[in-house]
């Protein structure tokens, strides 16, 4: 898999390039040994799509969690995925299709850089070419604009991730 695409909030994306440039490499890196094609294990069953496969949301996640384990990441108290050296970062996937799981993650973001244990969270979403429904990379972009420029206060990068 790639980065297709990736949207800053509040410079997130910046502080990390400033203040942890190896750990920007290292998220590329794990995105990049993710193998979509074996995460291609649901059947649709969908009238128009009958039996077609398609990408599956649980799959891409254990996908993730793997490579994130192997990276040296860890999880959290919450959802998140800690790197080993608690360097103020955390990354959340967000494959489903309820757009509650997405303000949820936003949310212990915000929790965590409140109560001053996290710089920037990182929202790993997939862009819609992925996804035959539910939440995307652009459903998120649309709801942080809805949001305005200080909703949520926490820095973010949303990241879209493709083919």
């Known amino acids: ?36 094609h074996g995460c291609m294990t649901k059947v649709s069953k969908e009238k128009t799509m009958k ?18 384990q192997k990276s040296g990441w860890g999880e959290g108290r919450t959802d998140c995925w800690v790197s080993r050296d608690f360097s103020g970062v955390a990354i959340q996937t967000c494959f489903t299709q309820r757009e509650t799981d997405l303000l949820q993650g936003i949310n212990e973001h915000l ?18 070419s992925l996804t035959n429904r539910g939440i995307s990379y652009e459903d998120g972009i649309n709801m942080l604009e809805r949001s305005g420029r200080n909703d949520p206060r926490v820095p973010m990068l949303l990241v879209g991730i493709g083919l």
């Open 51 to 68: 039996g077609k496969l398609l990408y599956s949301p649980t799959e891409l996640n254990k996908c993730f969690k793997a490579e994130l």
């Open 111 to 128: 929790g965590a850089f409140t109560a001053g244990t996290l710089e920037v969270g990182i929202e790993v979403l997939a862009m819609r």
């Open 1 to 36: 898999m790639k980065i297709a695409k990736f949207h800053s909030h509040l410079n997130g994306r910046e502080w990390i390039l400033v203040h942890q440039p190896a750990l920007w490499q290292e998220i590329e890196q794990v995105v990049e040994r993710v193998d979509a």
